[in-house]
């Protein structure tokens, strides 16, 4: 951890205003980013932004130190993320189906623009969306999904293949328009 980040977080830990500012600075677009994944819409976005932030500012002096500073702020807006969706929505879980096998289809090098795959990743339904980022983007697994949202690993695997199964025809269609 740089020496100009650490100075920061020690001035944070000691309530100094000026230096949250910096913090929020520094690291605002990169939890956007993350709340974006995590929110059904912009404004849900910023409204997890500020909350994790007055959550890290709460929080900071319990940080350590011990591993990277950025990945404990994570953990805070995914957390605060997730906490409003049970809040504002009860987990929507579907019946439970049997495990299904990835088929990993070979589609000979397909060329989609990120910002499309982004887009349709953002209009998955909520529970396949939360479901998806946290096991692809995040690498969370099955158990860990479960215990986060509620449900059983069978319908966070229910949510992800069908989620997958979404985005496949999302592709299908989007190249076929190409």
């Given amino acids: 951890m740089c020496s100009d980040l650490e100075d920061i977080i020690a001035k944070c830990q000691k309530g100094d205003r000026r230096a949250g500012e910096q913090l929020y600075k520094m690291f605002s677009p990169k939890m956007f980013a993350l709340c974006i994944q995590y929110s059904s819409s912009r404004e849900e976005a910023e409204d ?5 932030f007055i959550k890290v500012l ?3 002096g319990q940080y350590s130190g011990k591993g ?3 990945g404990w702020m994570k953990r805070i807006f995914i957390n605060i993320s997730l906490e409003k969706f049970r809040k504002n929505r009860l987990v929507q879980t579907v019946d439970e189906m049997p495990d299904v096998a990835d088929e990993e289809e070979d589609e000979g090098g ?3 623009p990120s910002e499309v795959l982004y887009e349709f990743v953002r209009q998955l339904p909520d529970r396949y969306r939360l479901v998806f980022n946290m096991y ?4 969370l697994q099955h158990k860990d999904i479960a215990a986060r949202l509620g449900i059983t690993e069978g319908t966070s695997k229910s949510n992800l ?3 997958k199964e979404i985005l496949r025809k999302k592709i299908k269609e989007y190249l076929e328009n190409e």
């Avoid at 692809?136 to 690498?139: H, L, N, P, Q, R």
């Fill in 48 to 52: 997890n932004l500020q909350d994790g």
């Fill in 58 to 60: 709460e929080s900071i």
């Fill in 68 to 70: 990277s500073f950025e």
């Fill in 110 to 112: 397909i060329d989609i």
């Fill in 136 to 139: 692809v983007v995040e690498g």
């Fill in 161 to 163: 293949a069908r989620a």
